[in-house]
């Protein structure tokens, strides 16, 4: 499982215990079931983009930067 | 010159033609609302003139408070661990033809499901207004007190004979548990949180991680000692042969 997926999947979740801690600590009401998937889908849609493309960001930096660092090496011994 | 005339006049013009509009707006926007606030959730229904073809009115209140003021999660009505509230209907229906109301109920919904549901029995009035009527329950949350926290929406509905609801209006409760914080749902969701943020945290470190820990670049290979003819016999490093030293070291 790469980084970038591990990451959106927790992302995911944490979207979800987002929305139910709101409801919890008394700012949003999941009382229809209309209302309450259109929170959780929001939640978990929310999540899982951000934290993933935050992972996706980060390892495209690092193959960024490692790039030129691999080309100055020179050719590749036998 | 006759421009100079004109100019201020052309100006006053149109101040009073937005005056007046303005005006006309104010009028036919209040109107309607100014007539329509004392039939909409009014309570004191013994003050409204009973006409014979009123429409229905209906109006609940929370411990004296109108649930019209609870309509939102943030402005919902507390309800502390055994506190009971009391609901009180006010309704006035038409004495002709209509429906007859004949229970006020009390329905908690959560995730579009029934948890909590109360009815009691409409009592009408017929000394002070005909048709009119009242209910009252005393409502807490029961047996759910103990697990329940949060947000949740009540529907005060006024039912006829047949069950089928009349009138009706959701309203919000911030329900706190015994504990308030420490309610089981919110400490299981506090470690989750906890948990995937450290599994966020794990991945992102991950993601990067090739940039910390990333291999030395390559150098000469280590040199490889010959193979031995024998296994088991320890060989002297080539360096102390060439010197000419005994193998057991000086003495």
């Known amino acids: 499982m790469s980084a970038a997926s591990s990451a959106s999947a927790s992302g995911v979740v944490l979207g979800l215990v987002v929305v139910f801690l709101l409801q919890q600590f008394g700012y949003i009401a999941l009382s229809s079931v209309l209302t309450s998937v259109l929170y959780l889908a929001i939640g978990a ?34 | 010159m006759g421009r100079g005339r004109d100019s201020p006049r052309a100006r006053r013009i149109p101040t009073a033609a937005v005056a007046a509009l303005a005006l006309v707006l104010v009028l036919a926007v209040g109107a309607p609302s100014a007539f329509a606030t004392p039939v909409r959730g009014s309570v004191a229904l013994q003050a409204a003139p009973a006409a014979p073809a009123a429409p229905f009115r209906a109006g609940v209140t929370w411990d004296g408070t109108n649930v019209s003021s609870a309509h939102s999660p943030t402005t919902a009505f507390t309800l502390t661990p055994g506190q009971k509230a009391r609901v009180f209907f006010g309704y006035v229906e038409p004495v ?14 959560y995730l579009g499901v029934v948890i909590e549901s109360s009815i009691t029995p409409a009592h009408p009035t017929p000394q002070s207004l005909a048709g009119a009527g009242f209910a009252e329950i005393n409502w807490s949350f029961g047996s759910l007190y103990q697990v329940i926290e949060g947000a949740f929406q009540l529907t005060a509905s006024l039912l006829d004979k047949n069950g089928s609801t009349v009138w009706s209006e959701p309203f919000y409760v911030d329900a706190r548990a015994p504990y308030s914080l420490e309610s089981g749902f919110v400490v299981v969701l506090l470690i989750l949180f906890v948990l995937e943020a450290y599994y ?48 057991g070291g000086p003495s």
């Open chain 1, 45 to 78: 849609i929310v999540g899982g983009a951000l934290f993933g493309g935050i992972a996706v960001g980060l390892s495209h930096r690092r193959t960024t930067s490692e790039a030129p660092s691999s080309s100055q090496q020179g050719p590749a011994r036998p």
């Open chain 2, 96 to 109: 002709t033809q209509g429906p007859h109301v004949t229970n006020a109920s009390l329905t908690l919904t």
């Open chain 2, 200 to 247: 966020i945290a794990a991945a992102f470190r991950t993601a990067r991680g090739g940039r910390r820990a990333s291999p030395p670049p390559p150098s000469a290979p280590p040199p490889v000692p010959p193979a031995s003819p024998a296994a088991g016999e320890a060989t002297p490093p080539p360096e102390n042969t060439s010197a000419g030293t005994p193998p």
